[in-house]
């Protein structure tokens, strides 16, 4: 199933090279986490310049862009809107203009008490040209700056005015920082390459620029790189931390470790509580590429049952692909997954998906596999059932769109098509990253929300 995200930030310090250039090969390293638009923005002798708009890392910059931002120092964010829509003025990474210089902005996650913020700032005056809660973190830390000593006391006192899931990258003409939201929903790293300073929202961003990682950034921290010297704020620590169990299972890359914890060991170890919750009398076991994978590799070398490729993936049909109707919703699917027959033909099959959300993907995804003469389908979900939504920058939709809030197990797998259907159960998911520093947020899958948004409102 897929889900979106919302977005992915980098930045880096380097006096000695073209930091645009180096931003431009870590937002390629985190295209996964957004494919709507993207950004970079650059410090040139103090000037900060920027280029952004919508499309792929690859389509959107040249070389020739590249070598015009250069820079000393620089941002970048991919992005998929699940705040504000995928309008161009929305791309990051935002820049402003006030009276202390120049500022640019990079955001992952979601506020939940963007609404009253933005009401409470308008009847102030403010004018907001995106529809983006970024553009409000971005305005506040302005305003904050216009009262404090500095640009990252300016991020820390901001953090005491937004509520929700936020890692940020921030730039000033002389300075470089990253923070990350005390409940750190999302994740942020920092690595180092030479005398070079790097943040990443995954550590494979980092080794794809050849950095080495040092450390995730702790949930409150604000963290401040200024003519290479590196400072920490920890007035903001503290809380009991809340990381999203999805990046394990599904947003981040399987070559990246989070908070201490391998994603991809994290997808072997669902597999393998799969299996041995849900074992099954079966020929071979497939994934649904790509979050699937690793989970069927995980139930096939515990249950000894044999993995296979079961489908060759189309790496070509992007999110933005439009599908009005069903018809064209079900070719896509076609274009996006064809099985391999091989592998199918006259097998039982088990089939290892990251989740099922409304059982529309899941249902079409098994009509291949019959389609290309598997004898049974056994569909297993390498997460537990969905029965909340996200509000902190997950596209997890209402309830009343929820498959597993309307129907029973039973009933989900009669409409998807399947010979039995089963889920990671919530004890399991609480195994599968053992050697995270953090806590975890698992509330689309119990409605034990760690904040929400009244909570958010009364802050205030």
Request: net charge neutral.
């Amino acid at each position: 199933m897929s889900y979106h995200e919302e977005c992915g930030v980098f930045g880096i310090y380097d006096k000695s090279g073209n930091c645009a250039r180096s931003t431009y090969y870590g937002l390629y390293a985190l295209q996964h986490r957004g494919q709507e638009q993207c950004g970079i923005a650059a410090v040139n002798d103090l000037e900060l310049t920027c280029y952004k708009d919508s499309g792929l890392v690859g389509d959107v910059f040249s070389e020739k862009i590249l070598d015009e931002l250069g820079g000393t120092m620089a941002i970048g964010h991919v992005r998929y809107s699940t705040t504000g829509g995928p309008r161009r003025e929305n791309a990051q990474p935002l820049t402003l203009k006030y009276v202390k210089g120049s500022l640019a902005v990079a955001h992952n996650g979601n506020l939940i008490n963007t609404k009253q913020l933005k009401l409470e700032y308008e009847y102030k005056g403010a004018i907001f040209h995106t529809t983006t809660d970024s553009e409000i973190i971005a305005y506040i830390i302005a305003q904050e700056r216009l009262r404090c000593g500095s640009v990252e006391q300016a991020v820390r006192l901001a953090m005491n005015r937004l509520y929700g899931a936020y890692s940020l990258v921030v730039m000033s003409s002389r300075k470089l920082i990253a923070a990350r939201d005390p409940w750190g929903f999302r994740p942020l790293c920092m690595g180092r390459r030479g005398d070079a300073v790097v943040f990443a929202s995954e550590s494979c961003a980092l080794d794809s620029i050849g950095a080495t990682f040092e450390r995730d950034i702790e949930p409150g921290e604000v963290v401040c790189v200024s003519d290479g010297k590196v400072t920490s704020l920890r007035d903001n620590c503290g809380r009991d931390s809340h990381l999203c169990i999805f990046e394990y299972i599904y947003f981040a890359r399987p070559d990246s470790v989070i908070d201490g914890q391998s994603v991809h060991d994290s997808r072997l170890l669902a597999g393998a509580c799969l299996a041995k919750e849900h074992p099954i009398d079966a020929d071979v076991v497939v994934g649904v590429p790509d979050s699937g994978l690793v989970a069927a590799k995980g139930y096939a070398m515990a249950s000894g049952i044999p993995y296979n490729d079961g489908f060759v993936k189309n790496r070509y049909i992007g999110r933005t692909f439009i599908k009005p109707t069903q018809a064209e919703r079900e070719m896509a699917v076609r274009l996006k997954l064809n099985p391999l027959r091989s592998t199918i033909s006259g097998k039982r099959v088990i089939l290892i998906d990251d989740s099922v959300v409304r059982g529309t993907t899941s249902g079409q995804i098994i009509k291949l596999l019959r389609d290309a003469g598997a004898k049974e389908v056994h569909m297993l979900s390498s997460a537990p059932k969905f029965i909340g939504p996200c509000y902190f920058g997950t596209d997890i939709p209402s309830k009343n769109e929820l498959f597993a809030c309307s129907h029973t197990t039973e009933e989900m797998c009669r409409i998807i098509g399947a010979d039995s259907l089963g889920f990671l159960s919530i004890e399991s998911l609480k195994k599968i990253a053992p050697n995270t520093k953090c806590g975890l947020c698992d509330a689309c899958f119990t409605e034990n929300y760690p904040i929400t948004p009244d909570e958010g409102t009364d802050q205030l």
